[in-house]
């Protein structure tokens, strides 16, 4: 894992997008793995300009977000369909049919979760994974369990998670307690990972996931396994490295 730690939030956000556009200049039709929450806001603004600046192209890129809360349609403001056009697909030259988040409305779960599979397999695998950890060391919605499953899925949210999503909503009762998340399998497929983590309410996890033992009751920790994993940090998220 190569560790960078940044100042602050704002630098932890250009640090990030830069080491995302280096991968859309590289190669132009990559495929970007992206992620939703308050950690990549950010690095996605900064993508934004760079791409209004001309710096970067998204004209022929493809996006697979990580994951997709059950019941919550892409209108839903708290859906993170809603989040990806928001917060990045209608600022930048994206063609919104090459962007996939799994559908929350789907009325065949297991069928849903086989295609977006498939679907990544058939663009190759993405390029580049960007993740959030949660405070309980989740990645995309992988919960700490007794076992992780490989494929996309749906799972049950821990409480920790509806807690510390139930920011987003007017009340925690609103939360989603299911979601469709992809898999360990289908993260560390990805060539490259890039984790970001701001704020020392993180700083156990990073530990855990950069020093800790690997355990499926920590699922960040199983990125120690992975050859290009980037790790992306304030200083308040690396105070106990
Ligand atoms: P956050 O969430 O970016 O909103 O802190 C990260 C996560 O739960 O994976």
Redesign the pocket.
Known sequence: MKIIITKNYEELSKVAANEMAETIKSNPKAILGLAT???PIGMYKELIRMNKEGEIDFSTITTVNLDEYIGLSGEHTQSYRYFMNDNLFNHINIDKKNTYVPNGLAENIEEECKNYDAKIADLGGTDVQLL???NNG??AFNEPDQELVAGTHLTGLTEDTIK?NARFFDSIDEVPKTALTMGLGGIMKSKKIIVIASGEGKAEAVKAMVNGKISTNMPASMLQMHRDVVVIIDEAAAKLL
Request: no cysteine; aromatic share 0%; charged share 0%.
């Open positions: 929450g308050g950690s959030g950890i949660g989740h990645i510390a």
